[in-house]
Nanobody, 124 residues
């Protein structure tokens, strides 16, 4: 069984930064492509960023490109999302997800395991 636990959410002012972290236990972490998604109240869960198993390939939603950075440490079984220049529209519950494949995906249905989510609130 694979478990994902997110941490690092909180309340921040517009323009501030937060760093989310996701700890993964279970099967070999380097076998997974990883992704971050978010869900705001009343909206569908949406893609934020993804990283390939090696970390060589990274993809971002247009809304966060240039502000967010996804990274992973296969030795520590963790994936992180550095969020800078935060805006009120970034407010959401952020989820870490693992895909048992070496390639990434922007599709929530193509991820096999999910964390419980961490709340990010950006005040104006």
């Amino acid at each position: 069984q694979v478990q994902l636990v997110e941490s690092g959410g909180g309340l921040v002012q517009t323009g501030g930064s937060l760093r989310l972290s996701c700890a993964v236990s279970g099967r070999t972490f380097s076998s997974y492509a990883m992704g971050w998604f978010r869900q705001a109240p009343g909206k569908e869960r949406e893609f934020v960023a993804a990283i390939s198993w090696s970390g060589a390939l990274r993809y971002y939603a247009d809304s966060v490109k240039g502000r967010f950075t996804i990274s992973r440490d296969n030795a520590k079984n963790t994936v992180a999302l550095q969020m800078n220049s935060l805006k009120p529209e970034d407010t959401a519950v952020y989820y870490c997800a693992a895909r048992l494949a070496t390639t990434t995906s922007r599709n929530t249905r193509e991820y096999d395991y999910w964390g419980q989510g961490t709340q990010v609130t950006v005040s104006s």
